[in-house]
């Protein structure tokens, strides 16, 4: 599987933008995705998850209500929209395809399969 993400890039505080991650060499449809981030210096962590079909989400606390993960399975693509960017958000996010069918934060399982990454800078 190959997993690229976009949309990256400098924005203020408060602002938004919108990552994509287009996968292929497999069904997209069938597998979970989660988006991830990990700040210089931190460990990795969930930022949101979606289910396959139905399209079920779960989020990361500190993003609630300022994030929407969404996906087109038609164009093999999950979006990761965030609004009120704030500096904490600065990070590298990735896309996962999920191991089995969960998409929660509790109960996300993630595979080997990740993007390259995508630099989000939050600027004060």
């Known amino acids: 599987a190959q997993l690229v993400e976009s949309g990256g890039g400098l924005v203020q505080a408060g602002g938004s933008l919108r990552l994509s991650c287009v996968a292929s060499?497999?069904?997209?449809?069938?597998?979970?995705m989660g988006w991830f981030r990990q700040a210089s210096g931190k460990e990795r962590e969930f930022v949101a998850g979606?289910?396959?079909?139905?399209?079920?989400?779960d989020y990361n606390d500190s993003v609630k209500g300022r994030f929407t993960i969404s996906r087109d399975n038609a164009k093999n693509t999950v979006y990761l929209q965030m609004n009120s960017l704030k500096p904490e958000d600065t990070a590298v996010y990735s896309c996962?395809?999920?191991?089995?069918?969960?998409?929660?934060?509790?109960?996300?399982?993630?595979?080997?399969?990740w993007g390259q990454g995508t630099q989000v800078t939050v600027s004060s």
């Open positions: 979606i289910s396959r079909y139905t399209a079920l989400t």
């Open positions: 996962n395809r999920g191991r089995d069918a969960s998409y929660t934060k509790k109960n996300y399982r993630p595979s080997d399969d």
């Open positions: 060499g497999y069904t997209f449809s069938t597998a979970s």
